[in-house]
């Protein structure tokens, strides 16, 4: 994971990459507060890729504020999507239970990730899909590690399996036709 989010970082800092401020900040959160919550209810080495998909991302976050060239123009629809998905954080910090933790760290992740799926779909070249690919193999290394198999330890790793072959898809569709 970590070797993608270099790569990204990278392109971010050249200028070659655009990441979603919006996005990259709430996915740094998301997963986050997913591993507390797993952490909190047994899990263990299996929290590792969730944490470590958040860390990349908070990675990515910093590196976005260095370069004015890597600067994706923000719009109201990215900010209603951040503030849906803090939505969807403080709900979580409302309710303190661990299930509750997961479902709205999805919900919170998904709404961050909007702005960014609508961005690799319209614009792939504003992305690069490394990172993505090393989120999806870290994230596929959980399951080797799940425990307890409850929905605690397995729900934001499946959401994060299916959320990033989606962006994978987005950004390479169009080489891939080439």
Same mark, same amino acid.
């Given at each position: 994971?970590?070797?993608?989010?270099?790569?990204?970082?990278?392109?971010?800092?050249?200028?070659?990459? =655009?990441?979603?401020?919006?996005?990259? $900040?709430? @996915?740094?959160?998301?997963?986050?507060?997913?591993?507390?919550?797993?952490?909190?209810?047994?899990? &263990? /080495?299996?929290?590792?890729?969730?944490?470590?998909?958040?860390?990349?991302?908070?990675?990515?976050? #910093?590196?976005?504020?260095?370069?004015?060239?890597?600067?994706?123009?923000?719009?109201?629809?990215?900010?209603?999507?951040?503030?849906?998905?803090?939505?969807?954080?403080? $709900?979580?910090?409302?309710? =303190?239970?661990?299930? /509750?933790?997961?479902?709205?760290?999805?919900?919170?992740?998904?709404?961050?990730? #909007?702005?960014?799926?609508?961005?690799? @779909?319209?614009?792939?070249?504003?992305?690069?899909?490394?990172?993505?690919?090393?989120?999806?193999?870290?994230?596929?290394?959980?399951?080797?590690?799940?425990?307890?198999?409850?929905?605690?330890?397995?729900?934001?790793?499946?959401? $994060?399996?299916?959320?990033?072959?989606?962006?994978?898809?987005?950004?390479? &569709?169009? &080489? @891939?036709?080439?």
């Amino acid at each position: 994971m970590l070797a993608g989010a270099f790569v990204y970082v990278k392109e971010t800092l050249q200028g070659k990459t =655009k990441p979603n401020k919006v996005t990259w $900040l709430m @996915w740094s959160i998301a997963p986050l507060i997913a591993t507390a919550a797993a952490f909190s209810d047994g899990a &263990r /080495w299996a929290v590792l890729p969730t944490f470590m998909a958040g860390f990349a991302t908070l990675l990515v976050f #910093i590196a976005s504020f260095v370069n004015p060239k890597s600067y994706w123009k923000l719009e109201k629809f990215d900010y209603l999507c951040g503030i849906f998905s803090l939505l969807a954080l403080i $709900l979580w910090a409302i309710t =303190k239970e661990p299930l /509750w933790a997961v479902f709205f760290a999805i919900v919170g992740d998904s709404f961050a990730a #909007i702005p960014t799926i609508i961005k690799s @779909w319209k614009y792939p070249e504003t992305e690069s899909g490394q990172i993505y690919i090393a989120d999806l193999l870290n994230i596929l290394t959980s399951f080797f590690a799940f425990k307890n198999f409850n929905l605690t330890e397995i729900a934001f790793p499946i959401y $994060l399996v299916l959320l990033n072959s989606f962006i994978i898809i987005a950004v390479y &569709r169009g &080489r @891939w036709k080439k």
